[in-house]
């Protein structure tokens, strides 16, 4: 399974960055969006996989055993996401407007912002 | 007593709650922008006063003890950071008055201000590396919004780079955490600081070097600074002094913070390898300043220069470096913000702040040549003024390093010293271009000149650093005190180490 996630998130990584690479503007988009799915799949992976073991505290008990699912990566996974669906609302609003202004999604197209 | 450590961060949240009820109205946003800004800046010099006499301040949100809540803690460095933004913050709400306009005001420049401070302030304050992000973001989102705002062509060009490169590195950021945690199981800083060591080297290694390309792109150090000479010149005046102040200092934060109190185990590959980098940094980036013809231009590429600076005392790593490089992050957001407001006023002189259609501006405002040959002379590090003692302190450093028989220390101190001549060229070269010469033919014709209040509202905060600056060249002495104290905690992490988590024997149970 983790030799799976592995590959999943190299994967997922690759794409990204190979998107981000192109000229189109709204694969820049797809690829920064790749590139935070791969991310949020790595820290799972990273907190380590278990299978069929909630961490609930059983009922009755006051503690709970090993092992279970680590909580706090999938809190930072969930915090994570809410993260990156702003900031990719944000891009595809920029982009858009960078559309509308420049009537282009070539990225070849836009000056250098210094000439 | 304690609950004081929450306020820089709540303070601007609470402003730019009420900037949002008054959201059509301009007088009642500027005037809460003002106070809002002010209460900052006293309450982090309060804090500063705290931190210095009673040691480090931590405080555990929600009641949820350390290691496991998220720990809220103030050294000498994050007060002093604290300080710098009250400051910067100050000087930028003053400055905004005259030069944002109306269309900027509407979509809202006021309260994305007090969240970029919000934002800024969090991350110097926070105590857990997994909260330093959401801080990051909070304060890039901000910036991705200032910068764009206003909706002209060069800024959505400058703001694509900009967006890229930075997301590029929060994923790499993120992936550093996620990593971290799975290796070590800790998130808080200080309990990380304790684990770290039970893992092995190359794992270690690996970390640190995601960390410091993370850091790397946000500080803009050489391979990575790209962004920054792109997306500095095109946004108003204002948010250009904010991002020169603060943004890029931000990231060199995160790096002394991570690289004092994290990765310390294997100093002379990481720290070697930051000095390289740092070294690098201040050549390029000077290198690439000469080529410019355009005021902003120019001061941008000196920012990446200048963070090769800051970055050379973490990498030269003793406490007097550490404690240099800290003055020099102070000395340089003062400095480089200023000659950005400046560069504003320029601009509304003559209309434009190319070099090559500028002219005579000395005739035109003697004042204004004096302010800008002040915050020159200090950036090149010329005595009496500020940047001398940074770069003194910074050399002696080096000079001690490298008596210990490591040659690096002498070759970057012969870099810097070469880099501060180069330094040196391009600010004469921005003062005979746009202040000495004659009036060329190309130049523009002159816009209306300013009113009066306008004036006094933009040359305020123009006066009020250049004081800080000069007073700093004059007496450096209770900062340079100041910064050592804080360069001492930084490398003595056990300190650090006992306000988050309190005495051993009590974490010991936990």
Known sequence: MNLLMAIVVGVLYATGLFMILRRSIVKLVFGLSLLSHGTNLLIFTAGGLTRGRPSLIPEGQLTIEQPYADPISQALILTAIVISFAVLAFSVVLLYRVYQTIGTEDMDKLRAPDS | ?510
């Open chain 2, 1 to 510: 007593m304690n609950s004081l450590l929450i306020l820089p961060i709540v303070i601007p949240m609470i402003t730019a709650a009420l900037m949002l009820l008054a959201y059509r109205r301009a007088m009642p946003q500027r005037l809460m922008g003002l106070i809002g800004s002010v209460i900052q800046l006293i309450i982090a010099f309060v804090l500063l006063g705290l931190v210095y006499q009673n040691g480090i301040q931590a405080i555990q949100i929600g009641g949820w003890q350390a290691p496991f809540g998220i720990t809220i803690v103030a050294d000498i460095l994050s007060a002093l950071m604290l300080c710098l933004s009250g400051v910067i913050g100050v000087a930028s709400a003053l400055y905004s008055l005259a030069d944002i306009d109306r269309e900027r005001r509407v979509y809202g420049f006021y309260p994305l201000m007090q969240i970029l401070l919000m934002g800024v302030n969090g991350a110097f304050l926070t105590g857990d590396i997994f909260n330093l992000y959401v801080w990051f973001e909070v304060m890039l989102i901000a910036s991705f919004v200032l910068l764009v705002l206003g909706n002209e062509r060069r800024q959505m060009e400058g703001a694509i780079k900009y967006l890229t490169l930075n997301l590029i590195s929060s994923a790499i950021f993120l992936s550093a955490v996620g990593i971290l945690y799975g290796s070590v199981h800790a998130l808080n800083m200080a309990d990380l600081a304790q684990k770290l060591p039970t893992v092995p080297q190359p794992m270690i290694i690996t970390l640190a070097m995601l960390f410091l390309v993370a850091f790397g792109i946000k500080a803009a150090v050489f391979p990575l600074f790209f962004w920054l000479p792109d997306s500095y010149h095109t946004p108003p005046t204002t948010v250009t002094a904010l991002f020169a102040g603060l943004l890029t200092k931000v990231g060199v934060y995160s790096m002394f913070r991570v690289f004092t109190l994290l990765f310390v185990e294997n100093v002379d590959y990481t720290h070697g390898l930051i000095m390289i980098i740092a070294g690098f940094t201040m050549v390029i980036g000077v290198l690439g300043a000469m080529a410019q013809m355009e005021i902003r231009r120019v001061l941008a590429f000196h920012s990446v220069s200048q963070v090769g600076y800051m970055v050379m005392g973490l990498g030269l790593f003793s406490i007097a470096s550490i404690a240099g490089g800290i003055f020099f992050v102070l000395h340089h957001s003062l400095v480089k913000s200023n000659l950005f407001l400046i560069s504003g006023i320029v601009q509304q002189h003559a209309g434009t702040t190319e070099l090559k259609k500028l002219g005579n501006q000395i005739a035109r405002d003697p004042l204004l040549a004096a302010l800008f040959l002040v915050s020159a002379l200090s950036l090149a590090g010329l005595p009496p003024l500020s940047g001398f003692w940074a770069k003194l302190a910074l050399v002696q450093a080096g000079f001690e390093v490298g008596g210990t028989g490591s040659y690096g220390g002498y070759i970057i101190i012969g870099v810097s010293l070469a880099v501060g001549l180069c330094t040196l060229i391009s600010m004469t070269k921005i003062w005979n271009e746009a202040f000495w010469k004659p009036l060329p033919d190309t130049a523009l014709p002159p816009p209306p000149p300013m009113t009066l209040a306008r004036k006094v509202l933009m040359f305020t905060p123009v006066f009020f650093l250049t004081a800080l600056i000069v007073a700093l060249g004059l007496m450096p002495d209770p900062l340079l005190h100041l910064v050592n104290e804080a360069a001492n905690q930084l490398m003595n992490k056990g300190q650090y180490i006992r306000a988050v988590l309190g005495e051993p024997h009590e974490s010991a149970g936990s």
